[in-house]
């Protein structure tokens, strides 16, 4: 028996990477809206309800208003920002802690963690969690992504022939310092301050570094950098999708490239730097595990599938 899988929003940039990554899948079958429907709540309202599974691929305001007119037994995957931080949804990110994925599997909300939130969290909350950091550090991102990240709107501009002489430059942006994936990236690591976020968007198509720098001095825990590794390694062992490298390992060249993960589902924790100052990097696709693969990894859950069903896992 295959399951029926409804993507409200497929013609966006993650709803439509989903339906082109499922389409193919034996396990699934896609419901289609008609053309005329694509925007009517009844017409949509009946799919969520007629499917196994439905991706909410919408505008936050548009996802809120669907999930309260769905019944609570439809179980929704929701990628936009609307329910990130909402208590009756579950966070869809299986590595968060040990009981997860059991509470992804049970659920019927879960709201797909955001690109930056998800390297973020990743890097930040086993520092936390055990008690190396405490919960006031100062902590700083940097995130580095692809351009996709943006939308549609902004993929047009970039790939344009004539497009503005800025986008050839990487631009921060984000610069109030309230950026929309702050709240989750606060409330899933137990942190009590917002990090000083530094988001920049560079001239490739996808792929992610967030980079988190730490001065030991300032840790609740007095560790070697190596020590350090080793609870990273320990904490993500039997994660299928993160690889925690050796510290001090990097490419031979010397330069981290944000893309090289493009078009995968995994992520690679690197740990470099010495005893003062220690640079933690999560590179991944922010396509991939910062979007429609983090979806499908918890779709894969909730249907008691085997959880790296068509995934593509990184080396």
């Not at 994925?101 to 998800?118: E, W």
């Not at 976020?197 to 992610?208: K, L, N, Q, S």
């Not at 220690?278 to 983090?294: E, H, Q, V």
Request: hydrophobic share 35%; charged share 20%.
């Amino acid at each position: 028996m295959a399951y029926k899988i409804f993507i409200d929003g497929q013609e966006g940039t993650t709803g439509l990477k989903i339906h082109n990554r499922l389409k193919s899948r034996a396990d699934l079958t896609i419901q289609t809206i008609a053309e005329a429907d694509r925007k009517e709540p009844e017409a949509r309202l009946k799919m969520i309800q007629n499917a196994d599974i439905s991706f909410l691929c919408l505008p936050d305001a548009a996802a809120r208003e669907i999930a309260a007119l769905a019944g609570e037994s439809s179980r929704i995957l929701d990628t936009s920002t609307a329910h990130r931080t909402n208590q009756h949804w579950d966070y869809g990110m299986p590595e968060l802690d040990k009981n997860q994925r059991t509470l992804i599997q049970k659920s019927n909300r879960i709201a797909v963690p955001g690109c930056h939130a998800t390297g973020f969290i990743s890097l930040v909350k086993p520092l936390i969690q055990y008690g190396i950091a405490d919960a006031g550090y100062p902590f700083v991102c940097h995130s580095l992504t692809g351009y996709s990240g943006a939308g549609k709107n902004m993929i047009a501009q970039y790939e344009s022939e004539g497009r503005n002489k800025e986008l050839n430059s990487p631009r921060q942006y984000g610069l109030d310092q309230n950026h929309k994936h702050l709240p989750e990236m606060i409330a899933m690591t137990g942190i009590e301050y917002a990090p000083a976020f530094h988001p920049v968007i560079a001239d490739y198509y996808c792929g992610m570094l967030i980079t988190v720098p730490l001065h030991t001095r300032l840790l609740a825990k007095k560790m070697s950098p190596s020590i350090l590794q080793q609870v990273f390694a320990e904490h993500y062992q039997d994660q299928p999708l993160i690889t925690v490298k050796e510290f001090g390992e990097k490419p031979e060249d010397g330069f981290m490239a944000a893309g090289s993960l493009a078009e995968t589902d995994g992520m690679e924790i690197y740990l470099c730097g010495h005893a003062e100052q220690i640079t933690l990097m999560a590179r991944y696709d922010n396509l991939g595990k910062g979007a429609s693969g983090a979806a499908i990894q918890c779709m894969n859950i909730m249907l008691n599938l085997p959880e790296t069903t068509g995934l593509v896992l990184h080396s």
